[in-house]
């Protein structure tokens, strides 16, 4: 059973930093595409960065130049630096990954974690 479990989330003030990590675990293979998602009380789940197993990136235009997306592929591990966060930024962020394991090729998601910006 592949699982994602997302850290690293809490309460900081604007123009403060976080880290968030996920670990996936299970009987993986390798895992393709990891993105970041964040999703903020009334409004959808937006796409915030993904990376690819070779380690292109793709970011949304709002935190272009203040979030830096990266990943561990030996530790199955995938981390979003955020710096200068806005209240704007305040969501609860899912990690996502497609996971090819033991069981098959499926999309999975974390439990999320919630990020509040606001002093």
């Known amino acids: 059973q592949v699982q994602l479990v997302e850290s690293g989330g809490g309460l900081v003030q604007p123009g403060g930093s976080l880290r968030l990590s996920c670990a996936a675990s299970g009987s993986i293979f390798s895992i393709y595409t990891l993105g970041w998602y964040r999703q903020a009380p009334g409004k959808q789940r937006e796409l915030v960065a993904s990376i690819t197993e070779s380690g292109r990136t793709n970011y949304e235009d709002s935190v272009k130049g203040r979030f830096t997306i990266s990943r561990d592929n030996a530790k199955n591990t995938v981390y979003l630096q955020m710096n200068n966060l806005k209240p704007e930024d305040t969501a609860v962020y899912y990690c996502?990954?497609?996971?090819?394991?033991?069981?098959?090729?499926?999309?999975?998601w974390g439990q999320g974690t919630q990020v509040t910006v606001s002093s």
């Open positions: 996502n990954g497609h996971v090819i394991s033991i069981a098959g090729s499926y999309d999975y």
